[in-house]
Protein backbone atom coordinates (compact mmCIF):
# COMPACT_ATOMS: atom_id res chain seq x y z
CA UNK A 1 0.00 0.00 0.00
CA UNK A 2 1.08 3.74 -1.37
CA UNK A 3 0.14 6.92 0.71
CA UNK A 4 0.83 10.27 -1.42
CA UNK A 5 0.08 13.22 1.23
CA UNK A 6 -0.59 16.64 -0.56
CA UNK A 7 -1.93 20.28 0.66
CA UNK A 8 0.65 21.12 2.99
CA UNK A 9 1.63 25.27 2.76
CA UNK A 10 1.97 28.28 4.58
CA UNK A 11 -1.21 30.12 5.91
CA UNK A 12 -1.98 33.15 8.34
CA UNK A 13 -3.18 31.88 12.34
CA UNK A 14 -7.15 31.34 12.22
CA UNK A 15 -6.83 30.07 8.06
CA UNK A 16 -7.60 26.69 6.66
CA UNK A 17 -5.99 24.15 4.77
CA UNK A 18 -6.81 20.96 3.72
CA UNK A 19 -4.88 18.05 3.21
CA UNK A 20 -5.70 15.09 1.18
CA UNK A 21 -4.00 11.24 1.23
CA UNK A 22 -4.55 9.25 -1.90
CA UNK A 23 -4.47 5.53 -1.26
CA UNK A 24 -2.96 3.25 -3.33
CA UNK A 25 -5.34 0.38 -2.20
CA UNK A 26 -9.31 0.26 -1.63
CA UNK A 27 -10.19 1.60 1.19
CA UNK A 28 -12.62 -1.30 2.23
CA UNK A 29 -9.25 -3.21 2.37
CA UNK A 30 -8.20 -0.77 5.26
CA UNK A 31 -8.66 -1.12 9.07
CA UNK A 32 -7.93 2.60 10.35
CA UNK A 33 -6.80 5.59 8.57
CA UNK A 34 -5.48 8.70 10.99
CA UNK A 35 -3.36 12.09 10.65
CA UNK A 36 0.20 12.46 12.51
CA UNK A 37 1.60 15.33 12.71
CA UNK A 38 5.42 16.27 14.11
CA UNK A 39 6.72 19.60 15.42
CA UNK A 40 9.91 20.53 15.46
CA UNK A 41 11.77 19.51 18.45
CA UNK A 42 8.32 17.25 19.61
CA UNK A 43 7.21 13.56 18.98
CA UNK A 44 5.05 12.45 16.44
CA UNK A 45 1.19 12.74 17.81
CA UNK A 46 -2.49 11.76 16.40
CA UNK A 47 -4.54 14.63 15.60
CA UNK A 48 -7.25 12.70 13.66
CA UNK A 49 -8.01 8.87 13.39
CA UNK A 50 -10.94 7.22 11.56
CA UNK A 51 -11.70 3.46 12.05
CA UNK A 52 -13.66 0.98 9.84
CA UNK A 53 -16.74 1.92 11.19
CA UNK A 54 -16.93 5.30 10.91
CA UNK A 55 -15.74 5.95 15.00
CA UNK A 56 -13.45 9.04 14.65
CA UNK A 57 -11.06 10.69 17.58
CA UNK A 58 -9.87 13.98 17.88
CA UNK A 59 -7.26 14.83 20.35
CA UNK A 60 -8.41 17.44 22.61
CA UNK A 61 -5.74 20.13 21.11
CA UNK A 62 -7.61 19.59 17.64
CA UNK A 63 -10.82 18.94 18.39
CA UNK A 64 -13.71 20.97 16.91
CA UNK A 65 -11.31 22.21 14.52
CA UNK A 66 -9.81 19.21 12.94
CA UNK A 67 -12.06 16.80 10.77
CA UNK A 68 -10.97 13.85 8.70
CA UNK A 69 -13.12 12.08 6.43
CA UNK A 70 -12.98 9.52 3.92
CA UNK A 71 -13.75 8.89 0.65
CA UNK A 72 -14.22 4.99 -0.81
CA UNK A 73 -14.75 5.68 -4.07
CA UNK A 74 -11.48 7.73 -4.95
CA UNK A 75 -9.60 5.66 -2.23
CA UNK A 76 -8.74 9.11 -0.48
CA UNK A 77 -8.58 10.71 3.25
CA UNK A 78 -8.46 14.20 4.01
CA UNK A 79 -7.91 16.17 7.21
CA UNK A 80 -10.28 19.63 6.98
CA UNK A 81 -8.14 21.96 9.17
CA UNK A 82 -9.87 25.51 10.31
CA UNK A 83 -8.91 27.83 13.01
CA UNK A 84 -5.40 27.14 12.49
CA UNK A 85 -3.28 28.28 15.31
CA UNK A 86 0.74 29.27 15.13
CA UNK A 87 1.10 25.59 17.09
CA UNK A 88 0.04 23.74 14.34
CA UNK A 89 3.04 23.63 12.59
CA UNK A 90 4.23 20.58 12.02
CA UNK A 91 5.27 17.95 9.26
CA UNK A 92 1.44 16.24 8.81
CA UNK A 93 1.68 12.37 7.70
CA UNK A 94 -0.93 9.88 6.72
CA UNK A 95 -0.96 6.69 7.98
CA UNK A 96 -3.17 3.38 7.65
CA UNK A 97 -3.40 -0.06 8.87
CA UNK A 98 -4.80 -3.63 7.31
CA UNK A 99 -5.78 -6.52 9.16
CA UNK A 100 -4.69 -9.78 7.63
CA UNK A 101 -4.53 -13.14 8.71
CA UNK A 102 -3.99 -12.11 12.80
CA UNK A 103 -1.23 -9.93 11.83
CA UNK A 104 -1.68 -5.71 11.45
CA UNK A 105 0.22 -3.96 9.16
CA UNK A 106 1.29 -0.21 8.83
CA UNK A 107 2.02 2.61 5.85
CA UNK A 108 2.71 5.63 6.16
CA UNK A 109 3.06 8.75 3.74
CA UNK A 110 5.77 11.02 3.14
CA UNK A 111 4.62 13.98 5.04
CA UNK A 112 3.28 17.41 3.98
CA UNK A 113 4.28 20.84 5.81
CA UNK A 114 1.50 23.03 7.52
CA UNK A 115 2.80 26.11 8.41
CA UNK A 116 0.94 28.50 10.20
CA UNK A 117 1.89 32.31 10.82
CA UNK A 118 1.14 34.94 13.38
Known amino acids: VQLQASGGGLVQAGGSLRLSCAVS????????MAWYRRAPGKQRELVAR???????DYPDSVKGRFTISRDDAKNRVTLQMVSLKPEDTAVYYC?????????????WGQGTQVTVSS
Open 95 to 107: YVDQKYMGDLYTY
Open 25 to 32: ASLHSINA
Open 50 to 56: TISGGTT
